[in-house]
């Protein structure tokens, strides 16, 4: 059985670039079954954060822990149990729907790879496009494409820097019932957004950052603009 866990436990997490604090001395947990939101302006460390999360950086100070283990005593294991869907949604356009998702299943080392992707194509809703380019795609199609490459392995953590961006309104709906889908399955999702419109609807909790500081961790339920702008200030909060 593959390692597993049920909570990720971020402390006094600080990560510096020389003199600069892209991150300093964050706490924080995420449990399954909850969608925890990283909201703050532009350089609040957000991305940082969850580039840490998924072990693609090394904290300058502090610990993050997943389950009982950490990064270093967790292994090549963790890796297994993490999906990221960043900025770069690491597709090959060259490559049809169904052969982005064979490559990266077999990156894995998955079985049953057709009956995996499959599934992963008819979630997308990209079954009747499974054999298209993806440079024919639109972005909707390319987003929720990479949601299920993410996911193809079937992680415990999912990590998304902002997954609405570019969106329009009924394919950002779609992302917020598969994220509301994954939730229920007791995934532990993060992700980033400026959208505090859609996230006010879907979040648990919101994290707010400013300049690599946690300034607020709270239950996400309603009014969450209002609040993000008592803690950030008017003119930060219109930005988002």
Same mark, same amino acid.
């Given at each position: 059985?593959?390692?597993?866990?049920?909570?990720?436990?971020?402390?006094?997490?600080?990560?510096?670039?020389?003199?600069?604090?892209?991150?300093?001395?964050?706490?924080?947990?995420?449990?399954?079954?909850?969608?925890?939101?990283?909201?703050?302006?532009?350089?609040?460390?957000?991305?940082?954060?969850?580039?840490?999360?998924?072990?693609?950086?090394?904290?300058?100070?502090?610990?993050?822990?997943?389950?009982? =283990?950490?990064?270093?005593? @967790?292994?090549? $294991? +963790?890796?297994?149990?993490? #999906? &990221? *869907?960043?900025?770069?949604?690491? /597709?090959?356009?060259?490559?049809?729907?169904?052969?982005?998702?064979?490559?990266?299943?077999?990156?894995?080392?998955?079985?049953?790879?057709?009956?995996?992707?499959?599934?992963?194509?008819?979630?997308?809703?990209?079954?009747?496009?499974?054999?298209?380019?993806?440079?024919?795609?639109?972005?909707?199609?390319?987003?929720?494409?990479?949601?299920?490459?993410?996911?193809?392995?079937?992680?415990?953590?999912?990590?998304?820097?902002?997954?609405?961006?570019?969106?329009?309104?009924?394919?950002?709906?779609?992302?917020?019932?598969?994220?509301?889908?994954?939730?229920?399955?007791? =995934?532990?999702?993060?992700? @980033?957004?400026? $959208? +505090?419109?859609?996230?006010? #609807? &879907? *979040?648990?909790?919101?994290?707010? /950052?400013?300049?690599?500081?946690?300034?607020?961790?709270?239950?996400?339920?309603?009014?969450?603009?209002?609040?993000?702008?008592?803690?950030?200030?008017?003119?930060?909060?219109?930005?988002?």
């Amino acid at each position: 059985m593959r390692f597993d866990f049920d909570k990720v436990a971020v402390r006094e997490v600080s990560r510096h670039y020389g003199r600069r604090r892209a991150l300093n001395r964050i706490t924080l947990d995420c449990e399954a079954g909850e969608v925890l939101g990283l909201l703050g302006p532009n350089g609040a460390g957000k991305s940082t954060l969850l580039a840490i999360l998924a072990t693609l950086l090394v904290p300058s100070a502090g610990t993050v822990h997943y389950g009982m =283990r950490s990064a270093r005593e @967790a292994g090549p $294991d +963790l890796r297994g149990c993490i #999906g &990221l *869907l960043a900025h770069d949604l690491h /597709l090959y356009p060259e490559l049809t729907a169904r052969e982005n998702l064979e490559f990266f299943a077999r990156l894995y080392g998955l079985a049953e790879i057709p009956v995996r992707v499959q599934s992963a194509l008819e979630r997308a809703g990209l079954s009747g496009r499974a054999g298209d380019v993806v440079s024919g795609f639109s972005r909707g199609m390319r987003q929720r494409l990479a949601l299920e490459r993410a996911l193809i392995h079937r992680p415990r953590l999912l990590l998304l820097d902002e997954p609405f961006t570019g969106l329009d309104d009924a394919s950002a709906h779609l992302l917020v019932s598969r994220l509301r889908e994954l939730r229920g399955e007791g =995934r532990i999702i993060v992700l @980033a957004t400026h $959208d +505090l419109d859609v996230a006010d #609807g &879907l *979040l648990d909790r919101a994290a707010i /950052l400013r300049d690599g500081r946690l300034v607020a961790l709270e239950e996400a339920r309603g009014a969450l603009r209002e609040r993000y702008r008592a803690h950030l200030g008017a003119g930060v909060a219109s930005s988002g």
